[in-house]
Each structure stands twice: as C-alpha cells, then as structure tokens.
C-alpha cells in the first residue's frame, strides 16, 4: 500500500471506530479523565474527526480530477473510495471500490476497501469473500478489524 492509502485506510478505521463507539473494541479507557479535565467534552478525537473530515474531502476532490484524467487508474479510485468511506458515505465508496475492481480486478486495495465497508452494512458474507480475495492477492487486514468481523459473523475463518 501507498503511504497515502496507509493513512487513509487508518483514518477509516478511525471513522468506524467512531461509528461503534462504546463496542468492546473501541472503548476509550481515558474518557472519563478527559472529562474531568474538561467537562465541556472538547477532546484530540473531536480535533482528529475535524482534520478527518478535511483531508477525506481533500482526497475525494484530488482522486476525482485524477478520475477524470484519467478514468481507467483503477487505484484513484479505490483511494477515492477510502475517502468516501472516511466520510461515511458509504454507498460512494462501495461504487468506487466496484469501480476499481472492475478496471483491475487484482487490485487488492479495493477489496479491501470493499470488505470494510460490507462490513459496516452487517453483510458479512460479502466481506468474508472480500477478505478472502484481498488475502489471495496479498492484501493485509489489521488484527481489530479481522477480530471484529469474527466476533460479529460468528465465523473463524
């Protein structure tokens, strides 16, 4: 994976963490501290979620003029689709994700993308198949997603 496609597949698991707050997997052992500190319940994950914001955009206006350079990079627009997916614009990214696949169907990076998103949607067989897929073309998932979507399918593939 690219540095950029690093850090935006980290700030989509971000925005998912943010969207099961409160779940086993994402509890924040410092939140009651941060509030005794400053019971207005200003925090760095609003600051980050702010940033995140900003650069998804960023990403999603940078990808889209590459898109339209050239519209059969497949890798713009899995990017493009990670954007989205920071944003949680998730039926963008699942079309982008298709998109990239469609154009280079060994790109691992979008079924990455895609699994992630399948999962947001409880569609765990979809992501089972993408996460399958993506492994057999080397792609790599991080330990707390693949925890997550064991826990939550109820499969231990």
């Known amino acids: 994976m690219t540095e950029f496609s690093l850090i935006a597949w ?10 099961h707050a409160g779940d086993k997997y994402n509890e924040d052992p410092n939140a009651a501290a941060r509030r005794a500190v400053n019971p207005l319940g200003s925090s760095a994950l ?8 900003t650069n998804n955009q960023l ?18 627009y899995a990017h493009r689709g990670n954007a989205f997916a920071g944003l949680k614009k998730y ?8 998109k990239a696949i469609e154009l280079d169907p060994k ?9 992630v998103v399948r999962y947001t949607r409880n569609d765990y067989d979809g992501s ?19 925890e997550a979507l064991k826990d939550s399918s109820g499969r231990t593939e």
Request: hydrophobic share 45%.
């Open 107 to 115: 790109l691992a990076q979008a079924y990455i993308g895609r699994a």
């Open 91 to 98: 039926d963008e990214a699942l079309k982008d994700y298709e």
């Open 128 to 146: 089972w198949k993408d996460v399958h897929k993506a492994e057999s073309l080397g792609g790599e998932f991080w330990p707390s997603f693949m």
């Open 59 to 76: 990403a999603i206006d940078h990808f889209s003029n590459l898109i339209q350079k050239d519209p059969k990079e497949a890798s713009s």
């Open 46 to 53: 609003a600051d980050v979620e702010r940033v995140q914001k």
């Open 10 to 19: 980290f700030l989509f698991i971000l925005s998912i963490s943010s969207a």
